[in-house]
Antibody
Framework: QVQLQESGPGLVKPSETLSLTCTVS??????????WSWIRQPPGKGLEWIGY???????NYNPSLKSRVTISLDTSKNLFSLKLSSVTAADTAVYFC???????????????WGQGTLVTVSS | EIVMTQSPATLSVSPGERATLSCRAS??????LAWYQQKPGQAPRLLIY???TRATGIPARFSGSGSGTEFTLTISSLQSEDFAVYYC?????????FGGGTKVEIK
């Protein structure tokens, strides 16, 4: 059974960089069948896809966040990470990591999710 | 960016009744649509993909239909565990986008 677990600070100061890690068990981030994504959800609001990384190291980011986002992969530790720079209160959200199953050409769905971690941006 | 619009925002249904949730895309997304269920304090759970294919382990009372810009999720007979928020999500174009959600509550 695939499991994803987010970890990182729950409180970040404005203008600083948010850093989170997603550790994967029961599956490999080196598999070519998946993207590995970050998604966030502000309190009481909907879901926003942040971006993904593929096993090759290629990335794809939401244009709304692209200038501030970096997603990286550590195959030796079977994890991937998110960095979001210059954060403001608007970045306060539950951050989820998820596996994006590539089930066909141009077809990918989030089939496994971490439980999410709340990150609050406040001084 | 493709905008996904869900309606209604809240649906009040009695247990055992049918629930019909709608999702509209701002442009055609073919059948590249997924539905997720989210309960308070939990991650979303995949229900439907390809507009109409149930994910592994999802009960048959959940069904999806539609293509192009109009989609529907139907829960044929609501069980107590089905009261939750439901999101649609398109994966036809980048960036991937979600609808604002429909909350299914007990009437």
């Amino acid at each position: 059974q695939v499991q994803l677990q987010e970890s990182g600070p729950g409180l970040v100061k404005p203008s600083e960089t948010l850093s989170l890690t997603c550790t994967v068990s029961g599956g490999s981030v080196s598999s070519g069948s998946y993207y590995w994504s970050w998604i966030r959800q502000p309190p009481g609001k909907g879901l926003e896809w942040i971006g993904y990384i593929y096993s090759s190291g290629s990335t794809n980011y939401n244009p709304s966040l692209k200038s501030r986002v970096t997603i990286s992969l550590d195959t030796s530790k079977n994890l991937f990470s998110l960095k979001l720079s210059s954060v403001t209160a608007a970045d306060t959200a539950v951050y989820f990591c998820a596996r994006d199953w590539i089930y066909g050409y141009g077809r990918y769905i989030f089939d496994y999710w971490g439980q999410g971690t709340l990150v609050t941006v406040s001084s | 960016e493709i905008v996904m619009t869900q309606s209604p925002a809240t649906l009040s249904v009695s247990p055992g009744e049918r629930a019909t949730l709608s999702c509209r895309a701002s442009q055609s997304i073919n059948s590249n649509l997924a539905w997720y269920q989210q309960k308070p304090g939990q991650a979303p759970r995949l229900l439907i993909y390809g507009a109409s294919t149930r994910a592994t382990g999802i009960p048959a009372r959940f069904s999806g239909s539609g293509s192009g810009t109009e989609f529907t999720l139907t829960i044929s007979s609501l069980q107590s565990e089905d009261f939750a928020v439901y999101y649609c999500q398109q994966y036809n174009n980048w960036p991937l986008t979600f609808g604002g959600g429909t909350k299914v509550e007990i009437k």
